[in-house]
């Protein structure tokens, strides 16, 4: 079990007040908060060892270097990456996915292929394929979800066929919190002979994943939403793919010999990193990743498991509330999305962020999900290691009142 | 925990009696000019009709859905736009903007916003002033568009 009460000393901004209230951050699927280790590697890389990467033969370079590939290695090994060339450095999880439109997708989707992916995807996993489907001639094809939120996936077995060259989907829903089979949609794309794509930035921060034993062909995510810097993230490619794969940007540092004519790529990763990486973040990012192994990705998993299975109960003890996705919590990340039936998510939240409780409204950057509930908007709390079952008492309590007081308001 | 009471600035009674009460939101049955009008990160939804008798807005129609904010901003507009020439509503969108960036008005100038004046306390909250504003904003784009905005729905 984690030991939270020590977890939170390790994070300064928890000890802030926002509006005169102590700092309830409930929107950690959105991005999370950053331990002292983080910041701290942060500001030693900057005051001790600065240089640019693979470049130097002086001491500092070849510190930072040691550096940059170090946290790679650390990357590697906490989604079990086979080797340290099949993960790349890239901004986030939409320039990862944007990565594999570009480069992978361009090269093999061709005019009646089909590209599958799931109605519950965030915007940046929607929109790349809307666009490579649209230039390529090929379809964009939706597994739908069910009234509990949960993937169909005798319809995803019938959505993918022979004409399926990809399958891109959700590891874990930010809005719904649902965790996609994803073994058994790698079973179904790989029998089809497609590759399948992997969002896991609500995932990896969460629970331990394997990209071997998922078997997965891609996998992104970013380090912001594992108590990361923000400003880089990760996809992880199997290293045939990758070999065969176009580059995705040109310039420095990508390549390994430039003529007046012609350029020969350089070897992996760094045929895919184009220029002079983030490399602090990069290596903030190896800090972050040590700090969840030291706690151990079972025991952030069960952790959340609890305070979801608690945030469930208490919430929907609110008349009003309707909650989206699973109920049961074994069958979600740790994300709970509501709608109040008389208060608006955006009243709400502006009035919880008087009482110093931080939750996200609005769309969720899933639109089309959130339509399909017959909303325009909801409202949602996201858990992380430092969330507290008093914490989720204090939002319900919050919910309490903002209900009182837009009874009582007005009615003066 | 502090009290929400801070809040009344933002909620003023009149506010929340046109959010829970909103006026003149039964669709017209022939309008001279329609608009419809979303703000898609907040799911602030409006439509607004207006029908003119005289170069006079006769009657006006303004529905939702959305925060207390943008409805009872939107329902406000309505009311006051009643009778008013398209000279004199492009006047109260100007007025409404500066208000919302916090410009002193004069009292001739308050006098034309009448209730209008309850969304002062959300320029306090930037974030929501979208809110406030997408009503005022969408009746600003159908003036400006009157002889398109009206062939359009005669069109229809
Ligand atoms: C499921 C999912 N995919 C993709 C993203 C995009 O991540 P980023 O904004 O870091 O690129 C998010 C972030 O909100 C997400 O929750």
Redesign the pocket.
């Known amino acids: 079990m984690l030991d939270v009460q020590s977890i939170r000393q390790d994070f300064p901004i928890l000890a802030r007040k926002v509006n005169g209230n102590p700092l309830v951050y409930l929107d950690n ?2 991005t999370t908060q950053k331990p002292r280790q983080v910041i701290r590697t942060l500001v030693d890389f900057y005051q001790q060892h600065n240089a640019n990467v693979h470049r130097g033969v002086h001491t500092l370079s070849i510190e930072s270097t040691d550096l940059y590939e170090e946290a790679r290695a650390k990357v590697q090994r906490f989604i079990n990456a086979p080797v340290p060339e099949s993960v790349i450095w890239t901004r ?3 320039e990862s996915i944007n990565l594999v439109a570009y480069t992978w997708a361009r090269a093999n989707l061709q005019a009646g292929d089909n590209v599958v992916t799931t109605a519950m995807e ?1 915007h ?2 929607i929109v790349p394929w809307q666009q490579l489907t649209r230039q390529a001639c090929a379809e964009l094809r939706y597994i739908p979800v069910d009234d509990d939120g949960l993937l169909q996936m005798d319809a995803a077995a019938n959505l993918i066929d022979e004409r399926t060259r990809l399958v891109a989907a ?1 590891h874990v829903s ?1 809005v719904l919190g649902s965790i996609t089979p994803i073994h058994h949609l790698t079973r179904l794309a790989h029998s089809a002979g497609a590759v399948i794509m992997v ?1 896991a ?2 995932s990896v921060p969460h629970m331990p994943v394997d990209v071997q034993a998922i078997d997965c062909d891609f996998l992104a995510f ?1 380090a ?2 594992m108590l990361g810097p923000t400003g880089i ?1 990760v996809l992880y490619a199997r290293p045939e793919l990758l070999d065969a794969m176009p580059p995705f940007m040109y310039g420095g540092d990508m390549i390994i010999e430039v003529t007046y004519e012609d350029a020969r790529w350089n070897d992996l990763p760094y045929k895919f990193e184009a220029g002079t990486p983030n490399i602090a973040d990069a290596i903030a990012t190896g800090a972050a990743v040590d700090y969840l192994s030291n706690l151990g990705m079972e025991n952030v998993q069960e952790h959340e498991r609890q305070i979801t299975e608690y945030a469930l109960r208490r919430i929907r003890e609110v008349e009003a509330v309707t909650v989206f996705g699973p109920h049961d919590a074994s069958l979600k990340g740790g994300v709970v999305s509501f709608v109040h039936g008389n208060i608006h998510p955006h009243d709400l939240g502006t009035a919880l962020d008087r009482m110093g409780i931080a939750i996200r409204t609005g769309h969720h ?1 899933a639109m089309p999900l959130v339509r399909s509930y017959g909303v325009v908007a909801a409202a949602r709390a996201s858990f992380y290691i430092y969330n507290t079952k008093e914490e989720v008492d204090l939002l319900v309590d919050g919910i309490l009142e903002v209900e009182r007081y837009f009874a009582h308001a007005g009615a003066k | 925990m502090r009290a929400l009471s801070e809040l009344d600035e933002l909620y003023e009674e009149i506010i929340l009696d046109h959010y829970r009460n909103p006026r003149n939101n039964r669709e017209l049955d022939a309008p001279d000019l329609e608009i419809e009008a979303d703000n898609p990160f907040c799911g602030d939804e409006i439509k607004i009709q207006l029908k003119f008798e005289d170069d006079r807005a006769a009657g006006v129609s303004v529905a939702g859905r959305g925060c207390a904010i943008s409805q009872s901003s939107a329902s406000l507009l309505a009311e006051l736009s009643q009778g008013r020439t398209r000279e004199e509503m492009k006047n109260s969108v100007t007025l409404v903007r500066r208000m919302m960036r916090g410009e002193e008005l004069s009292d001739s100038e308050l006098d034309d916003l009448g209730d209008l004046e309850a969304l002062r306390g959300v320029r306090k909250y930037p974030v929501r002033i979208k809110c406030a504003l997408l009503s005022w904003v969408a009746l600003e784009d159908m003036l400006d568009d009157y002889p398109a905005a009206r062939q359009q729905v005669s069109e229809r």
């Open positions: 699927a959105a986030n999880t939409s965030h940046s996993n959700t930010n969002d930035a609500q970013s912001h939403k993230g950057c």
